[in-house]
């Protein structure tokens, strides 16, 4: 199935630096979704983002659902360890279908 | 609120032999969608059933089938195992409105096939 353009793929940083990613689709999305997935755990919802230029924080995390629709953006600020794992976007069209990026793997080093 | 709550946790199978995989969804989610994760493709979506019917599909072969109860627990089942079929086969849930409905996942089933 179609996959949205997520990057970076990895990303090793320090703890307390901030953390920016992003997800492109050349489709228009009504939704933009980000998830979190710990090792062998299933993806856990972090923010959810239904309108074109929406900015929506949850703790350290903050969101944007680009004015285009076709991108999203995810930053972390002041990095922890615990922020270790693989982040995955989503976009959701029409129905009740939904695309995930190919996530993108965050290292903290302590 | 319990989560999504997928069983079991891990299998292992044997080439040509079949499997059932149980969802449970969150209270009142009427939506149950099944995705395959394997680290070269992803998550490629399965399946999703809405009121005890398929709603959307995945382009994957006839050997993967799903249903749905009326009390919106689902079952997900592959036969004639192939050992491409080892993934971790995740479930989720969700309201199931075409808006303001996400989706939420369980912790998966680790399917082994050898």
């Known amino acids: 199935g179609q996959q949205l353009n997520q990057s970076p793929q990895s990303m090793f940083i320090q703890e307390g630096e901030d953390v920016s990613m992003n997800c492109t689709s050349s489709s228009i999305f009504n939704t933009w979704l980000w998830y979190k997935q710990d090792p062998g755990e299933g993806p856990v919802l972090l923010i959810a983002l239904y309108k074109a230029g929406e900015l929506t924080s949850n703790g350290r995390l903050t969101a944007q659902f680009g004015i285009t629709r076709k991108d999203s953006f995810l930053n972390i600020s002041a990095s922890i360890p615990s922020d270790v794992g693989i982040y995955f976007c989503?976009?959701?069209?029409?129905?009740?279908?939904?695309?995930f990026g190919t996530g993108t793997s965050l290292t903290v080093i302590p | 609120k319990a989560g999504v709550t997928q069983t079991p946790r891990y299998l292992i199978k044997t080439r040509g032999q079949q499997v059932t995989l149980s969802c449970s969804p969150i209270?009142?989610?009427?939506?149950v969608s099944w995705y395959q994760q394997t680290p070269g493709q992803g998550l490629q979506f399965l399946f999703e059933?809405?009121?005890?019917?398929?709603?959307n599909k995945g382009n994957f072969p006839g050997r993967f089938s799903g249903r749905q109860f009326s009390n919106s627990r689902s079952e997900m089942n592959v036969s004639t195992l192939e050992l491409g079929d080892s993934a971790l086969y995740l479930c989720?849930?969700?309201?199931?409105?075409?808006?303001?409905?996400?989706?939420?996942f369980g912790n998966g089933t680790r399917l082994t096939v050898t």
């Open positions: 209270s009142g989610h009427r939506s």
């Open positions: 989503a976009g959701q069209r029409t129905g009740n279908q939904f695309y």
């Open positions: 989720a849930s969700s309201l199931g409105t075409l808006i303001n409905s996400p989706l939420h």
């Open positions: 059933y809405f009121s005890e019917t398929q709603r």
